[in-house]
């Protein structure tokens, strides 16, 4: 396993300082006799690449019925789009959330996310962004704006991409 570059620890610190909790852990009664277990932490959820009505990017959001139909069926055109081939890790991550800010600030509701297609052997060293990206959007200082990710209509790069929807500034 290589070492991380000194822009890639930074990266990852700024990462790591992001993370909040989804749920506040309950307090800790003082120890006696009886311990009770830790509650579960929830596992992040990885990106699927298929368009999934019931499937939600954040929990308690999910779009209305209306979005979900016209995503799948690639009826919506996107705002923005942001491919990040020929990235690394680093600079892809530096790039999505400077892209995110510039869209929320635009007022945009649909960035298109091209990644790249998922991993489809063992051995292949493709797919690091896109498997990245579920953790990277809900750990992003975005997240909040962010309404839902699906999977792309195959028009708009289908596996290889992703539909970053976002939530509407109320005025």
Request: charged fraction near 25%; aromatic fraction near 2%.
């Amino acid at each position: 396993m290589r070492k991380l570059s000194a822009e890639e620890r930074a990266l990852w610190q700024r990462v790591v300082e992001s993370v909040r909790p989804l749920h506040a852990l309950p307090e800790r009664a003082p120890e006696g006799p009886e311990k009770e277990a830790p509650a579960p932490v929830p596992k992040p959820r990885p990106v699927s690449a298929a368009p999934s009505p019931a499937r939600k990017a954040e929990p308690g959001t999910t779009l209305d019925a209306s979005w979900d139909r016209r995503l799948s069926r690639g009826l919506v055109q996107p705002d923005a789009s942001l491919d990040l081939h020929g990235h690394n890790l680093a600079t892809a991550y530096a790039l999505l959330d400077q892209r995110l800010e510039r869209a929320i600030a635009g007022g945009a509701r649909l960035l298109l996310l091209i990644t790249g297609k998922p991993r489809t052997g063992a051995g292949e060293k493709r797919g690091a962004i896109r498997a990245a990206m579920g953790d990277w959007l809900a750990a992003s200082r975005h997240a909040a704006d962010i309404a839902a990710v699906r999977g792309a209509h195959p028009r708009h790069g289908g596996a290889g991409a992703l539909y970053i929807v976002l939530r509407r500034k109320r005025g």
